[in-house]
């Protein structure tokens, strides 16, 4: 069933710009590698045929700043890595997000010590936190669905 069944005789298709932009940034979001521990298998798995994340627009993780505009922070984050994180995350155009993956990204995990950042929402803005350790590919996918609902909801802003 095509546009044609759905409109009838109308012949036009009407929306709002605010809707046209979020339709298409949620259909097409590159996601960048940064994948640190464990988690980074599970992210793996989910771009693999089985899960596949490419029926999402996610076709390829980019391995450069400049072409994504999602971050997945997949695993822990150490104090040392902290700097380096933060450097990608200022690299990538506007408008970006960051989604924090399992346990050790979200809190810390089972690594209460002076040498892992606890979350990493002390270093980069988090939009969605997937929990587990590690969590499956489908709680992955899960938080990408949850992110294209707050993207799909933004309003456009004035410019300043």
């Known amino acids: 069933m095509g546009v044609e069944q759905?409109?009838?005789?109308?012949?036009?298709?009407?929306?709002?710009?605010?809707?046209?932009?979020?339709?298409?940034?949620?259909?097409?979001?590159?996601p960048m590698l940064f994948g640190l521990?464990?988690?980074?298998?599970?992210?793996?798995?989910?771009?693999?045929?089985?899960?596949?994340?490419?029926r999402f627009g996610m076709e390829l993780m980019r391995p450069s700043p400049r072409q994504a505009d999602l971050m997945i922070v997949a695993g822990r984050v150490s104090r040392k890595m902290a700097p380096v994180l933060r450097h990608?995350?200022?690299?990538?155009?506007?408008?970006?997000?960051?989604?924090?993956?399992g346990d050790c990204a979200s809190c810390g995990g089972v690594f209460n010590n002076y040498?892992?950042?606890?979350?990493?929402?002390?270093?980069?803005?988090?939009?969605?936190?997937?929990?587990?350790?590690?969590?499956?590919?489908?709680?992955?996918?899960?938080?990408v669905m949850a992110l294209y609902?707050?993207?799909e909801a933004e309003k456009i802003k004035a410019a300043a």
């Open 149 to 151: 609902e707050k993207v």
């Open 115 to 143: 040498a892992v950042v606890q979350g990493v929402d002390e270093i980069v803005p988090v939009d969605i936190y997937v929990s587990g350790c590690p969590p499956r590919p489908e709680a992955l996918i899960g938080g």
């Open 6 to 30: 759905k409109l009838g005789e109308m012949g036009a298709v009407t929306t709002t710009l605010e809707q046209a932009m979020n339709w298409g940034r949620t259909r097409a979001m590159w």
């Open 37 to 54: 521990a464990c988690c980074a298998i599970e992210m793996m798995a989910a771009q693999s045929a089985h899960y596949d994340m490419s």
């Open 88 to 101: 990608l995350f200022d690299q990538m155009a506007e408008p970006k997000w960051v989604i924090a993956m």
